[in-house]
């Protein structure tokens, strides 16, 4: 599925249709050149789900975990990763489990390390805006974008 984003408030409006639709154990992987607004739809989506503290990006620590009514949410960020080893480090298994929504923003640095996402996305500049490519991997990433196509 494929859609222009070319407003501010079309991030929030995209981020408060997705947290209605996203279900615990979700996986949602988000790829895209530098400033192409995958943090920027994470930092929506935290809101969403009722994050009021500062948003950080975990650029350095590759993970921030928030936990809001009852969900709990892995931010990662593989921008700065070495190697896919370093998941194995801080334990990467621990993380996916089948109540945690996980986002991660640049999958393609975890190589094969990281479980398939049920839903991928891809973030590119496109005009005065951005376009977002998203492709379901999992009969639960294909719920959500039909749920989505809906609205």
Not at 96 to 116: C, H, R, Y
Request: charged share 25%; glycine share 6%; aromatic share 10%.
């Amino acid at each position: 599925m494929r859609r222009l984003i070319e407003r501010e408030n079309e991030w929030l409006a995209l981020a408060a249709e997705w947290v209605k639709i996203i279900p615990p154990g979700f996986r949602l992987y988000l790829s895209g050149e530098l400033g192409a607004g995958k943090t920027t739809l994470v930092r929506n989506l935290l809101r969403q789900w009722g994050v009021r503290d500062a948003v950080k990006s975990p650029t350095y620590t590759l993970v921030e975990t928030y936990a809001i009514d009852n969900k709990i949410i892995h931010h990662f960020d593989l921008y700065r990763l070495q190697s896919p080893l370093e998941l194995q480090y801080i334990g990467l298994e621990d993380y996916f489990d089948q109540k945690a929504i996980v986002i991660v923003e640049w999958p393609e640095k975890g190589l094969n390390s990281l479980p398939t996402a049920d839903m991928h996305c891809t973030l590119a500049y496109h005009a005065e805006g951005r376009s977002l490519h998203c492709v379901a991997n999992s009969p639960r990433g294909q719920a959500v974008l039909v749920q989505w196509e809906k609205k």
